[in-house]
């Protein structure tokens, strides 16, 4: 065979990418049968992962100081975003979070409408039952009484009902009497957690028939009692103004009684926190039965009670609902405002606050990434520097065989490798970091006389969400430098000599 | 399978390549019309000074860079089909190339300099450690394993170069000026070794030189290119 034989018209321009458009490149390809090279052996043997982990490595140590500092780099920046995030956590847990933890988000109060047409009540209508018009003013008022309460309290998901209710009357021992407000509690309820945790000594009563009391530290005190668990059985006197039934000619009549009641037991509101007020310890510090109210007769004074007694009918002011779960406030609440009676919740509130946070949130993580960004782009101008550096080693790659893929796949796990390292010590650094935050101001507060409290906050969501975050982040800024290594022309890279 | 291809006819076969370069409004023809086949088992110099289009040609078969028209074949298959990743296990398993700068990976010893074509074909470690090892062994630097490029002589890298270009085991080896940066002694024990493979061992050779001399001593068949054209 001839080898230098020509054969004209043979001339290929299919799948030539990079071909100038030319006058030879119009002349149609030849027909010619399948040949081995057309059906190469798919899928290609390819690099194996260690291998592109050793060369990476192996890059990195040969520019160590760079890598350090552009890896240190990352480290900076992932750590003021874990610092930033775990202050806006701690504010969150020491605000929202710790009110939450309480049992405030299970409580709803119940308002009866009767006096409340217009202006509404204390609190503050609940948005969702705004007050109805002024034309609406004739309809009945459904009464909050016994009745309703037990319809209530057989809603699903209700835990308990009981009217919140309070007297005035006066306490006595020996020679120290005074007046004070008198908290009325079904002796069911005392059962509930919330009120053996307020306990300093002693019990609660435990049944309405017991002609037992308790009162706060403080009002023990003023009473002259023994502190402590010296204060439980000691007798004290009540006197209350007790009304007699119906109406006389001459209006209500009313008549004093004396009560020697037991001191069942001392309280202390703060004990139990916030939820204190919503249990109605921290409305007073007296607490009583509802049977030993009944019995002494405890004239309640407000408007309501004063035309429930004209009226003959019982109607409660207000009424606590508590639910098992906050998940079951909604559905109750609606349940309730159909009986016609305004409610509020203390998520009312918080759900301001809970705004607030979020806005906060969003400010500290936006100033967390900027640094991050930051030292995202420090890894893209690393990375590009090295590029520039190895044009010649790039072509020397590829001239011996290695893929565009091959050289992609080097760059991109060298940029990786810079947000995974740089990004564990980033995690480390921000939670030292906000342990050392915690420490100082801890310090501060108990100099000052504080409880100690968790300030910056790090929970393992955000440990783990740092690091996933920097190193996804890395990979992206790492995509444009890899890529870019990866088209360089070996012809064009080898003829730097 | 392997036979079956060979006895089909040429190794390599350049028909009409054509390779033009723009250079601001000028087109130049580094490359025009050249057309030659190779058998399996030559050793052939291809001749001419510089920029007659010598380097472009064995680029050109390399699979490094593609013809501005015409075809090249391998083994009787158009390269010119060939996306980048085929054309790259071209490089990487049919031809073995060496040039004038040796083209080492100055921070990688000689051994790992050899047994990177290998790694980019998925070979695991310890067989491409020991084909490296075998490789230098047989080109007398079996004791120079672990010094890296700058800590050997121009000679000794070109010999690494060399068992790098045989690694995984080419059809061809494509040398494009291998002495042009070394002493004549040192470019006579080259070419005596290009020499040694192409009869001892059947290894097909294109060496690419502009020194008649060399050339004359130890290829067997020439192409002398001027202007980008096979001068006759």
């Given at each position: 065979m001839d080898p230098f034989r020509v054969r004209p018209g043979v001339l290929a321009f299919r799948g030539w990418r990079r071909a100038p458009p030319t006058a030879i490149n119009k002349v149609p390809f030849e027909d010619r049968p399948a040949t081995a090279l057309d059906s190469y052996p798919y899928p290609f043997k390819a690099m194996n992962f260690r291998d592109i982990l050793r060369l990476g490595l192996q890059n990195m140590q040969r520019r160590a100081l760079r890598f350090f500092l552009t890896t240190f780099g990352v480290t900076i920046g992932v750590g003021m975003l874990v610092i930033m995030m775990s202050v806006g956590v701690g504010i969150q847990r020491n605000t929202v979070g710790r009110l939450e933890s309480t049992d405030l988000f299970t409580s709803l109060t119940v308002f009866s409408d009767v006096f409340s047409r217009r202006g509404g009540p204390i609190f503050g209508p609940s948005r969702r039952s705004p007050m109805p018009p002024a034309g609406d003013a004739q309809k009945e008022r459904p009464a909050l009484d016994d009745a309703v309460l037990a319809?209530?309290?057989?809603?699903?998901?209700?835990?308990?009902?009981?009217?919140?209710?309070?007297?005035?009357?006066?306490?006595?021992?020996?020679?120290?009497?005074?007046?004070?407000?008198?908290?009325?509690?079904?002796?069911?309820?005392?059962?509930?957690?919330?009120?053996?945790?307020?306990?300093?000594?002693?019990?609660?009563?435990?049944?309405?028939?017991?002609?037992?009391?308790?009162?706060?530290?403080?009002?023990?005190?003023?009473?002259?009692?023994?502190?402590?668990?010296?204060?439980?059985?000691?007798?004290?006197?009540?006197?209350?103004?007790?009304?007699?039934?119906?109406?006389?000619?001459?209006?209500?009549?009313?008549?004093?009684?004396?009560?020697?009641?037991?001191?069942?037991?001392?309280?202390?509101?703060?004990?139990?926190?916030?939820?204190?007020?919503?249990?109605?310890?921290?409305?007073?510090?007296?607490?009583?039965?509802?049977?030993?109210?009944?019995?002494?007769?405890?004239?309640?004074?407000?408007?309501?009670?004063?035309?429930?007694?004209?009226?003959?009918?019982?109607?409660?002011?207000?009424?606590?609902?508590?639910?098992?779960?906050?998940?079951?406030?909604?559905?109750?609440?609606?349940?309730?405002?159909?009986?016609?009676?305004?409610?509020?919740?203390?998520?009312?509130?918080?759900?301001?606050?809970?705004?607030?946070?979020?806005?906060?949130?969003?400010?500290?993580?936006?100033?967390?990434?900027?640094?991050?960004?930051?030292?995202?782009?420090?890894?893209?101008?690393?990375?590009?520097?090295?590029?520039?550096?190895?044009?010649?080693?790039?072509?020397?790659?590829?001239?011996?065989?290695?893929?565009?893929?091959?050289?992609?796949?080097?760059?991109?796990?060298?940029?990786?490798?810079?947000?995974?390292?740089?990004?564990?010590?980033?995690?480390?650094?921000?939670?030292?970091?906000?342990?050392?935050?915690?420490?100082?101001?801890?310090?501060?507060?108990?100099?000052?006389?504080?409880?100690?409290?968790?300030?910056?906050?790090?929970?393992?969501?955000?440990?783990?969400?740092?690091?996933?975050?920097?190193?996804?982040?890395?990979?992206?800024?790492?995509?444009?430098?890899?890529?870019?290594?990866?088209?360089?022309?070996?012809?064009?890279?080898?003829?730097?000599? | 399978m392997q036979d079956e291809l060979e006895s089909q006819g040429p190794l390599i076969e350049c028909l009409e390549v054509t390779k033009l370069y723009r250079m601001g409004n000028e087109t130049i023809h580094a490359l025009d019309r050249v057309s030659f086949a190779v058998n399996q088992g030559e050793f052939i110099a291809i001749l001419g000074t510089s920029g007659s289009g010598k380097s472009t040609l064995l680029n050109l078969l390399g699979g490094l860079d593609r013809p501005t028209g015409g075809e090249v074949r391998f083994r009787q298959a158009s390269l010119a089909p060939l996306r980048s990743k085929a054309l790259a296990h071209h490089r990487r398993k049919n031809v073995g190339m060496i040039f004038q700068s040796f083209h080492l990976i100055p921070t990688m010893t000689a051994l790992d300099n050899v047994a990177l074509p290998m790694a980019f074909d998925g070979l695991p470690l310890d067989a491409r450690r020991a084909r490296a090892e075998a490789l230098l062994a047989r080109l007398g630097l079996g004791g120079r394993l672990h010094h890296r490029p700058p800590e050997l002589s121009g000679g000794e890298q070109q010999r690494v170069a060399m068992a790098r270009a045989l690694a995984n085991n080419p059809a061809v080896l494509l040398a494009d000026e291998p002495t042009g940066n070394l002493d004549s002694a040192r470019s006579h024990e080259i070419l005596q070794i290009f020499k040694e493979m192409n009869e001892q061992s059947g290894q097909t050779l294109l060496l690419v030189t502009h020194d008649l001399e060399y050339a004359r001593r130890y290829a067997r068949r020439f192409i002398h290119l001027v202007d980008g054209k096979i001068a006759v």
């Open positions: 319809q209530m309290s057989a809603l699903a998901g209700v835990r308990y009902v009981y009217p919140q209710r309070n007297f005035t009357a006066q306490l006595k021992r020996d020679k120290t009497s005074f007046e004070t407000m008198i908290t009325i509690l079904p002796a069911p309820i005392v059962r509930e957690p919330v009120y053996a945790q307020s306990l300093e000594a002693g019990a609660f009563f435990a049944s309405d028939a017991e002609d037992s009391i308790v009162l706060s530290e403080f009002v023990a005190q003023r009473l002259g009692l023994p502190a402590g668990a010296a204060a439980v059985g000691q007798t004290v006197s009540l006197l209350t103004l007790a009304s007699m039934p119906g109406l006389s000619p001459e209006g209500l009549s009313f008549q004093q009684k004396e009560t020697i009641v037991r001191v069942a037991g001392l309280f202390s509101p703060r004990r139990s926190g916030v939820s204190a007020g919503l249990s109605g310890l921290g409305f007073s510090g007296v607490i009583v039965s509802s049977g030993l109210a009944d019995r002494v007769g405890g004239f309640q004074l407000s408007l309501n009670s004063l035309f429930g007694m004209l009226s003959g009918k019982k109607n409660y002011g207000l009424a606590t609902v508590r639910v098992h779960t906050p998940r079951d406030l909604s559905a109750v609440r609606k349940e309730i405002e159909k009986l016609g009676f305004t409610t509020f919740a203390i998520s009312d509130a918080l759900g301001r606050l809970k705004i607030v946070l979020v806005i906060l949130d969003s400010i500290l993580g936006i100033i967390g990434s900027i640094a991050l960004v930051v030292s995202l782009l420090g890894i893209v101008n690393t990375m590009l520097m090295s590029i520039l550096e190895r044009t010649r080693e790039i072509g020397i790659m590829k001239a011996i065989g290695a893929e565009d893929w091959d050289i992609q796949k080097i760059f991109f796990l060298e940029a990786g490798l810079i947000g995974f390292i740089g990004g564990w010590a980033g995690v480390g650094l921000g939670w030292t970091g906000s342990r050392l935050v915690n420490w100082i101001v801890n310090r501060l507060i108990v100099q000052q006389g504080g409880d100690p409290t968790q300030v910056l906050a790090t929970p393992w969501w955000l440990v783990l969400g740092a690091m996933v975050f920097s190193i996804v982040v890395s990979l992206l800024a790492g995509i444009y430098p890899a890529r870019r290594a990866a088209r360089i022309d070996p012809v064009i890279a080898l003829r730097h000599d | -």
